[in-house]
């Protein structure tokens, strides 16, 4: 999967599971100020990245990035 296919499935997940304004969602969107993703939702992150890419997340690794285009990047690297 290429890096555009792990950022459509990213945002459209952040967009329909955790109602995410899509319009907020931009490469430098910090996670938690500007997309509002808190401690709760970060557990249902890291479920989709389990699910839908395979590969064992935990939340201290959800938190550890800062912005939208970090965790695309994270994501992209373990699915190489």
């Keep these: 999967m290429d890096y555009n296919q792990i950022e459509e499935k990213v945002r459209s997940f952040l967009v329909e ?14 996670l ?9 939702e970060v557990v249902d992150v890291v479920v989709m990245v389990e699910s839908e890419f395979g590969f064992k997340m935990k939340p201290e690794d959800f938190k550890s990035l800062k912005t939208f285009s970090q965790f695309c990047t994270f994501v992209h690297e373990r699915t190489q």
């Design 17 to 30: 599971e955790l109602e995410i304004d899509e319009n907020k969602i931009s490469p430098d969107a910090r």
């Design 32 to 40: 938690a100020e500007d997309l509002g993703i808190d401690s709760l």
